[in-house]
């Protein structure tokens, strides 16, 4: 008698090993990846706040001599049309300085550099429960 050879289609426990590890080591590379796309994401975000917050600023000292004397919450929309902008994680207010009506400095933390210290719930705007926040700052051009 001839013995007739079966052959099986299938992968066998090796192969089936081998494919998930892969996609388990492609998986997470990719969440490693996008968690620091996010957070370049919200530091370009707050470098843009803080550019907007500047150039309104900036309109107000041109059309009263003068930069506002408690803090730039109090800007009209005229200068901010959307408001006040927040922390895009936090949405604390940026950390601002106002001595007086001749200059400013405001600054964010961003993710990438440093520790984020901001406690929740935040306060008010000036200070806004917010600690050392000095890796991206603006202050007055003029």
Do not use: W
């Not at 620091?36 to 919200?42: E, H």
């Not at 009263?64 to 005229?78: I, N, Q, V």
């Not at 964010?108 to 600690?131: R, Y």
């Amino acid at each position: 008698m001839e013995a007739i050879m079966v052959k099986h289609r299938g992968f066998t426990l090796l192969e089936l090993l081998i494919v998930i590890g892969l996609i388990g080591i492609l998986i997470a590379i990719s969440v490693t990846s996008y968690t620091t796309i996010q957070k370049k994401s919200r530091d370009s975000r707050r470098m843009g706040d803080l550019k907007a917050v500047q150039n309104a600023l900036e309109q107000y000292y041109a059309d009263y001599a003068a930069y506002p004397a408690t803090d730039y919450s109090t800007l009209t929309t005229t200068y901010l049309p959307g408001g006040p902008p927040s922390d895009p994680k936090t949405k604390c207010y940026y950390k601002q300085t106002l001595g007086d009506t001749t200059g400013y400095s405001i600054c964010a933390d961003l993710e990438g550099t440093g520790t984020f210290a901001c406690s929740t719930p935040c306060s008010g705007v000036t200070g806004a429960g917010c600690a050392d926040l000095t890796d991206f700052c603006i202050t007055n051009l003029q």
